[in-house]
């Protein structure tokens, strides 16, 4: 095959002149980022060589090797790993399959300051390109594990990229970078200075756990010997999980989390775990600072590490912890598991169960205890993935009441802070036998809502509900501590009966004095709601719609449409607030007139403005308007 010229996808020639002409104060981030393919390749060659024994591939010394050349400049990263094909260099390097692509380029545009731009290159999987920072041409070689070609690409970062064949490339990938003269001034540093690649592998790659080689500067009197030094390994590869505590730093620790999470802030929390006994293994998870911008995207990779005896088996095992902990990041090292594990086989591992439930346990423990001993750090992570943490109380009852005890809901008690299930119950009034809570698209539009009028003015207590989630979790618990969590938009709340300001006999009456127009204005609305009925909730407002206590809110049928789950449409129950002038005059109307054509009218609009003033649209909002509209005129 002959050498093509190609172009770089659109998106990736703008990755590229964002690369080339960024304003990073930390460039070093370019090794780290070269360092860590190179460890993925490798492992990758080591997990693909254990399942297929039959792979020609020499895997006697897996390493990352580092060479610098000062007299042209150039720094070469290389690794004997599991390589590429001349295809997969292609669609690796030339074009940006992630489709995060778009939202990444935004907010690496958007990016408030150096270390937020910085953070987002391994964040987004294109960390190759970080070597445009300090290289005016990229030279990548590499042949895949098992294919006799390799392929060279070569680019200088502007529109085009060549590829051709290589009959005689090494197995794995080297990336040659021609750097750019230094310039201090810019933070641009010179990477051909032997301390200087030391102490960038030192300071972001030490717990690689493959050994980094390059060879030392020779000392001036070397040159008259004919041999040639002897390669340095410069990280440690220890494994941070398997030492004493008291021998590891909070740096080393939050340099592996910026490893395995792509992250550039430190962690949230830091999580040691050993297990010992029957089965033993150790963990090392944490807890990021801030929810990664794909979180609730069906392409998120969620799961931890696993390794078995300090050899890895997979980057992203998500059987270990539960889908509403996807957050969570890590390295778990069992070791009485098979070298030879595959995901099947662990959906299915009575070890693998194990080791969940611990690490679930351990997990929300840690956050209960930040809960009770840093609220600015609780605070902190409940922001950023209370939300997730919430699906837990729908997918796992078993764990249910441990949710429960650390999450946090915003309520009428306070503006600005949340309180927990507990602090509620504390609060409730006396005779008070229900959690009251709304759900709402947002604080405002919840307080606003005409079924929390009769709440305000009593002084009960609402939580104020605002995440998607809320719909499903509230129905799936149904209770705390013996308190029924009860939606004041569903079913009838009579508050005055735990009140003597209105007797049971002023109720009856006024049922009597309005049954004829409820009884019309059911058949009028038949087609959109089942029952129109006063209401005890309402006091500025003439009107609301309710669900029925049994039926899905108009959000949760919504939601379950949105995830492909088709459900019927529940008509809801319009209540009329009796002390209400526009509803004392619709009674008075429909008893003195005969011809009510005008009244049929003003059913639907008071239907259709209850439905506004929840936040949803009436059926037919060209009618509404129009309705609207001649009675506005007529009003002139």
């Known amino acids: 095959m002959p050498t093509e010229t190609l172009e770089f996808q659109v998106e990736a020639r703008q990755l ?35 399942r297929d024994d039959t792979l020609d591939a020499d895997v006697s010394d897996l390493h990352i090797e580092i060479d610098i050349d000062k007299d042209t400049r150039t720094l070469t990263v290389r690794d004997n790993g599991i390589g590429m094909s001349y295809d997969e260099v292609g669609q690796l390097i030339g074009t940006i399959a992630n489709s995060g692509t778009a939202k990444f380029l935004q907010e690496l545009r958007e990016a408030k300051d150096a270390a937020g731009a910085e953070g987002l290159i391994g964040q987004f999987g294109v960390g190759f390109y970080s070597g445009f920072m300090v290289a005016d041409e990229v030279t990548l070689l590499t042949r895949r594990a098992g294919e006799t070609k390799g392929t060279r690409w070569t680019s200088r970062g502007e529109d085009t990229y060549t590829l051709e064949p290589v009959d005689d490339a090494p197995q794995g990938t080297s990336v040659t970078l021609h750097l750019k003269p230094a310039d201090p001034e810019n933070q641009l540093h010179d990477y051909t200075s032997a301390w200087k690649i030391k102490e960038i592998i030192k300071r972001y790659s030490d717990f690689i756990t493959w050994p980094i080689r390059m060879v030392p500067e020779a000392p001036a009197a070397a040159g008259e010997s004919d041999e040639a030094p002897e390669p340095e390994t410069l990280n440690s590869m220890k494994a941070l999980w398997a030492r004493p505590r008291d021998e590891v730093s909070d740096d080393e620790y939050h340099e592996l989390y910026k490893h395995i999470g792509h992250d550039w802030r430190d962690p949230l929390e830091t999580i040691r775990l050993q297990a010992e006994g029957t089965f033993e293994f150790q963990a090392l998870l944490f807890l990021p600072a801030h929810a990664p911008h794909d979180l609730f995207t069906r392409d998120f990779r969620r799961g931890v590490q696993l390794y078995v005896r300090r050899v890895f088996i997979m980057d992203d095992c998500e ?4 889908p509403y902990l996807r957050f969570v990041k890590g390295v778990v090292d069992a070791a009485d598991l098979s070298l030879n594990v595959s995901r099947e086989i662990l959906q299915q591992d009575r070890h693998i169960e194990m080791m969940r439930r611990r690490l679930t346990k351990k997990v929300l423990s840690t956050v209960k205890d930040m809960m009770a001993k840093d609220q600015d750090r609780y605070a902190t992570f409940w ?4 939300t997730v943490l919430k699906e837990g109380l729908v997918t796992e009852p078993d764990n249910r009441d441990a949710i429960l005890a650390l999450a946090s809901f915003a309520s009428t008690h306070h503006d600005t802070e949340l309180t927990t299930l507990k602090g509620y119950v504390e609060r409730m009034k006396e005779g008070q036998d229900d959690i009251y809570y709304l759900t709402g698209e947002s604080r405002q539009s919840i307080e606003n809502s005409p079924h929390m009028e009769a709440f305000r003015d009593r002084g009960i207590e609402v939580l104020l509900l605002t995440d998607a989630v809320d719909e499903v979790w509230a129905d799936a618990v149904g209770e705390y501590e013996g308190k029924k969590l009860r939606s004041v938009a569903k079913g009838v709340i009579d508050l005055d009966a735990k009140d003597d300001d209105t007797s049971e006999g002023e109720r009856e009456k006024q049922t009597e004095e309005y049954a004829g127009l409820l009884g019309w204005m059911k058949e009028q609305l038949d087609e959109d709601i089942k029952e129109v009925r006063l209401s005890s909730r309402l006091t500025v407002s003439p009107a609301c719609v309710v669900s029925d206590a049994g039926d899905l809110t108009p959000a949760l049928e919504n939601m379950y449409r949105a995830m492909g789950q088709e459900v019927p449409r529940a008509k809801r129950i319009l209540e009329l607030n009796p002390d209400h002038r526009l509803v004392k005059g619709l009674n008075q109307a429909y008893k ?12 639907e609009l008071l239907h259709g403005l209850a439905v506004l003033a929840e936040g949803a649209q009436p059926k037919d909002p060209a009618r509404f308007v129009k309705l609207m509209a001649d009675r506005l005129e007529r009003a002139l």
């Not at 690369?19 to 930390?26: A, E, F, G, L, Q």
Request: aromatic share 6%.
């Open 16 to 50: 590229l002149q964002l690369m080339i002409h960024s304003v990073y104060s930390n460039k070093d981030v370019f090794l780290r980022e070269l360092v860590s393919n190179s460890s993925d390749a490798l492992d990758k060659l080591r997990l693909e060589k254990l």
């Open 383 to 386: 922001r950023e993935f209370g």
């Open 319 to 322: 059987a270990l912890l539960p």
């Open 592 to 603: 003195e007139r005969e011809d009510r054509t005008d009244l049929t009218e003003t059913a």
